[in-house]
Each structure stands twice: as C-alpha cells, then as structure tokens.
C-alpha cells in the first residue's frame, strides 16, 4: 500500500474515460497518463472467476445480456467490452482478476481492487479476490488496496488475507463510520465526495484517517477537497492532475 503521500491521484475504473471500463485496455491507459494508482471493479462469474466489470448487468459495457453472475467465464470472455467506449476498442475482452495483476506488475502500479460483489455473493466474492491477490501478488511489492461498499465481502477478505489493507467504501458516509472501520481492521474511508459534507470530512481528516473521495471531474472541486486534507482522488479526467496547483 502506497505511503498516503498527498495527494493520491487513482485512475476510476482503469483509465478513466480514455478507454473502456475495467478492460486491461483501460489501465494501459492509467498507466500512460502518469497514474502511480489504477482502481477497478471485480465480480464473480458463475463459476467463480474473478472478473473486471462494473454493473451487475452485461448490458452498459459489453454485447451480452443478461445477469454477470447467470454466465460462466467462457461466455463473458467471448462478448466484445470494448466497441460500446468506441470502434478502436472493439474486441477488447473482460479481463480477468489475474491478468489485470500481471499487467499491474509489468506497469509498476499500485491499485485499489474494488470488490463488488452480484447480489448474495459477497462473501465468496471476497474470498476468492483474496486468495487469488495472496497467491500471484509478488512479495516485496506494495499490496493493492481492497475496498467494497459491502462490510460482508471485505470481512471475508480479510478473513483470507488479513494482510492486504482494507478501505471501506461508502455512498454517503453513516454516523457509525467509525465503528464499521475498527470491526473490518480498515485503513482508509473512501466515499463518494458529492454527498460529502464539510462537517463529516473534518471529522474524518481530524480523526486522521486517509480519506479517499470518487469521482472527482472538476479540478477546482479537487483542490478544494485536497485543500480540505483529502488523500485521495479517483478521476475519470485523467489529465485532471495537470489542472490542479501542486499536483
Ligand atoms: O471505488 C471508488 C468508486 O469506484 C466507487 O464507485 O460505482 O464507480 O465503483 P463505482
Ligand atoms: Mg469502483
């Protein structure tokens, strides 16, 4: 895990809006603009493959239809994730959890695994992203960071890999923040920075916790939360850094 050095800037789903989604095409991408840091999205396929996509739905990002969680690996793996972004990305396949961690490795990234399981998957869900991460994970390399918006799929990960770092994930923060974050061992709060007010991030930066915000598009909003004493900032514009002061 990275040293909270200010400010963390983290490619949203890979790369931003410069490629598709959760693809291997994506953290190129990331990875090209500069990020130190990618985050994306992982789920469970029928037959329990850890995979890169975001909705519950195939529908938003690929040719297929259907339930992600209704489909075995072998049929994500043949629908087209790319074309939707534009022409130049059809083809480009789901990733698996696995070959995003070996592109990782060969970029040099850091990365905030989100964890998102299908409905009544969470803990398998977590599980099996951990073992997977304590199995290929390289020893002597900065961990990734794991997050999820579900306390059950991140405490099966722990449960799993008690020694990869865990951040809580949250829409709008809720008052027992504090409480969920000591019961899952948590070492950061990640939440969406729209439905943040000024009081609960004070809070939370006083309590001296990394607070990491999503998804933050505009370059004066980001200022204003790294002035505020945010660490981290999840970006679609992967050139929003250049636009920042001090960044
Ligand atoms: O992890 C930060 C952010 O990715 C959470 O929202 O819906 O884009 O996964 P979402
Ligand atoms: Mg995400």
Redesign the pocket.
């Known amino acids: 895990m990275n040293d909270w050095g200010r400010p963390l800037w983290i490619a949203?789903?890979g790369g931003g809006r410069a490629a598709p989604e959760n693809t291997l095409a994506a953290i190129h991408a990331g990875a090209a603009a500069g990020f130190r840091m990618v985050?994306f999205?992982v789920m469970l396929s029928r037959d329990g493959v850890p995979v890169l996509i975001?909705d519950d739905t195939l529908e938003r990002t690929t040719d297929g239809r259907g339930a992600v969680a209704a489909h075995d690996f072998a049929a994500l793996r043949r629908l087209d994730a790319g074309s939707w972004h534009g022409p130049a990305f059809a083809g480009e396949a789901i990733p698996t959890l696995g070959e995003a961690i070996d592109l990782l490795i060969g970029l040099d990234l850091d990365a905030?695994i989100?964890i998102?399981p299908a409905p009544g998957h969470a803990r398998a869900t977590g599980d099996t992203v951990a073992r997977m991460v304590a199995a290929r994970w390289p020893a002597g390399r900065t961990l990734p960071l794991f997050?999820s918006?579900d306390f059950d799929a991140l405490d099966a990960a722990r449960a799993r890999a008690p020694e990869v770092p865990r951040g809580l994930?949250f829409e709008a923060v809720p008052d027992d923040w504090r409480t969920q974050m000591r019961a899952l061992g948590a070492v950061s709060l990640?939440c969406?920075h729209s439905r943040l007010d000024a009081e609960r991030l004070a809070d939370i930066v006083g309590a001296g916790i990394p607070l990491?915000c999503?998804?933050v598009n505009q370059a004066d909003r980001a200022a204003a939360l790294i002035a505020a004493g945010v660490r981290g900032l999840?970006t679609d514009c992967l050139d929003l850094p250049g636009q920042v002061a001090g960044c």
Do not use: A, G, Q
Request: glycine share 0%; hydrophobic share 25%; charged share 35%.
């Open positions: 949203h789903r985050e999205d975001h905030n989100e998102k997050s918006f994930l990640h969406d990491l999503y998804t999840f």
